[in-house]
């Protein structure tokens, strides 16, 4: 039997969600990786979601964002998360291609995708999209689907302290790590599993995350992920 490239995505997608937890298509975007120093890092987003995040993803309809960063973004992050949008903007797997344009805006009003540091954030990252109808995820109102715009916070709970180095740091989280993670969700993509195990740290997109570690390179469930929103699921209008 001819195995095609597209025979492999599918059988890939198909053998994640049948792993149970594993969910990979138009992911939820509330994310929990809560500082600490272990690899354990509580992943509750299927909480929030309920178990429905294939059915009620987030998706853009445009590969054009507007950028902007905002309060609290010193030069050091904004110059990880340029890097990090930089490897986002084209994911290509399986002959499927994915390509963004990411471009800076100088005023919030602008910006469909923004950037902020909240001291008060009791999490390594948060990212939250606003429907088309003006209502954040978590609103009682929001109904989620087409994603009006997307803000991505950064924090450091409990003293945490940010690398912004290439290599790893005793003691400190890697921001490019934490920056790549977050715009995933922000472009709609789930974490690799809830309850996540040891089997899938090496993905941007998993739930556990330490100081020491860094994973600045997209794996193999990170593009599937993207590809089977933007390629398969919802192409770009």
């Given at each position: ?23 990979i298509v ?124 997307c803000k ?51 993905n941007v ?33």
């Amino acid at each position: 039997m001819r195995i095609t490239a597209r025979r492999i995505l599918v059988l890939l997608l198909t053998f994640v969600f049948l792993m149970g937890n594993a969910t990979i298509v138009n992911g939820a975007n509330e994310d929990e990786d809560t500082a600490i120093t272990s690899t354990n890092v509580l992943d509750n987003d299927y909480i929030v979601d309920d178990g429905l995040r294939i059915q009620n993803g987030w998706w853009w309809t445009s590969n054009t964002i507007k950028v902007f960063y905002g309060n609290g973004i010193t030069q050091n992050m904004k110059s990880k998360i340029m890097s990090a949008l930089s490897n986002w903007n084209y994911v290509s797997i399986y002959g499927y291609t994915v390509q963004f344009t990411f471009i800076e805006v100088y005023s919030l009003s602008e910006a469909q995708l923004y950037f902020v540091f909240n001291n008060t954030l009791t999490t390594l990252g948060h990212a939250t999209p606003t429907d088309i109808y003006g209502y954040e995820e978590g609103d009682s109102n929001c109904i989620r689907g087409q994603i009006a715009k997307c803000k991505v916070e950064f924090g450091t709970p409990g003293g945490a302290v940010y690398s912004y180095n290439n290599y790893a740091e005793t003691g400190k989280y890697n921001f490019e790590s934490v920056a790549l993670h977050e715009i995933g969700h922000a472009l709609g993509i789930a974490h690799c599993h809830t309850g996540c195990t040891s089997s899938c740290t090496a993905n941007v997109m998993s739930s556990y995350f330490s100081t020491e570690q860094v994973r600045t390179t997209l794996q193999t469930y990170d593009k599937a992920s993207l590809v089977s929103c933007y390629c398969i699921s919802h192409p770009f209008s």
